[in-house]
């Protein structure tokens, strides 16, 4: 059973950063993702990150936002740069096999 936890949501003006954290339990040696739901619209997928190391990105945040991780496996990274009010929604971290979830975490830009 995979744990996954994010951090590091919190509220910011539009053109401002925020870096999103997923601890995971136990150390995960597979491709990871970083997804969004904003109020009202359906999740869509942010980015991912495989394992060996290569990142994917939605057209909508390429060239702002920046997957990552620790080479333990154990934290995954979301640099978050030139937010708009647009980025506002709970970001979700999610193993690439799909069945595990983070709690989410709330990224408001204003």
């Known amino acids: 059973h995979v744990q996954l936890v994010e951090s590091g949501g919190g509220s910011v003006q539009a053109g401002g950063s925020v870096r999103l954290s997923c601890a995971a339990s136990p150390n995960i040696r597979t491709c990871v993702g970083w997804f969004r739901q904003a109020p009202g619209k359906e999740r869509e997928g942010v980015a991912t990150?495989?394992?060996?190391?290569?990142?994917s990105y939605a057209d909508s945040v390429k060239g702002r936002f920046t997957i990552s991780k620790d080479n333990a496996g154990n934290t995954v990274y979301l640099q978050m740069n030139v937010l708009s009010p647009e980025d506002t929604a709970v970001y979700f971290c999610?193993?690439?096999?799909?069945?595990?979830w983070g709690q989410g975490t709330q990224v408001t830009v204003s």
């Open positions: 990150i495989d394992t060996d190391g290569s990142p």
């Open positions: 999610v193993t690439g096999d799909g069945n595990y």
